[in-house]
């Protein structure tokens, strides 16, 4: 969908917010800026094309009781595991894909850069990380990353918990609430980012 067709519609009244796995999709449904919903679909299978296709059928049969103006997917983030990064974008399709069967609602993509910054949860600072450094010292880089990525991911559900007034724990779920969150407010903001927009050709 173009630019300007985006802008068109507005502000959409109900959104439905996805961060998605391998394995899961986890969700939120705002509507007028009200959380009305949200969860989490698991994925079953032996393989990725098993699990494919249980999304499939499991978001279509999913989404056939809701009316959806707009769907809001978190964009793939850079992984250095080509397999994983494959996989996610196989399941990502599948779910996009089996939304369209009851749904025509756009599709728009969000950064996490963008919804975590909003909501407050930006990337630690140099004191932050040698804080870490400081209190676990002579661990390998990778696991300071982890470590880094565990203690934002708390701070989104913290976040998320605070401002909707729930007690759930599950960091997938609680990102989805954020995206629809930072989505249903920000809509203006987020149709304009460069992934949203078809460049005319010729």
Not at 130 to 152: L, M, T, V
Request: proline share 2%; hydrophobic share 35%; glycine share 6%.
């Amino acid at each position: 969908m173009t630019k300007s067709k985006l802008r068109y519609i507005g502000n959409p009244k109900t959104i439905l917010a996805i961060d998605a796995s391998t394995n899961s999709m986890a969700f939120s449904i705002f509507d007028e800026r009200t959380l009305k919903k949200y969860g989490k679909v698991f994925f079953t299978g032996n393989h990725v094309y098993e699990r494919t296709g249980d999304a499939t059928k499991k978001i279509s049969q999913f989404l056939k009781d809701y009316e959806i103006d707009a769907i809001v997917i978190e964009s793939a983030i850079y992984t250095n595991s080509q397999n994983t990064a494959i996989n996610l974008s196989l399941l990502q399709g599948a779910i996009l894909g089996a939304s369209q069967v009851y749904h025509k609602a756009p599709i728009v993509s969000c950064s996490p850069v963008s919804w975590q910054s909003w909501i407050g949860n930006g990337r630690l600072t140099k004191q932050e990380k040698q804080n870490i450094k400081n209190e676990y010292p002579g661990k390998y880089f990778s696991w300071y990353k982890s470590k880094e990525r565990e203690i934002r991911k708390s701070r989104t559900i913290k976040k998320v918990n605070i401002q909707f007034d729930l007690e759930i724990d599950d960091d997938d779920v609680a990102d989805s609430i954020a995206i629809g969150w930072y989505s249903s407010e920000n809509w203006h903001k987020l149709v304009e980012q460069p992934h949203n927009i078809d460049k005319k050709k010729g």
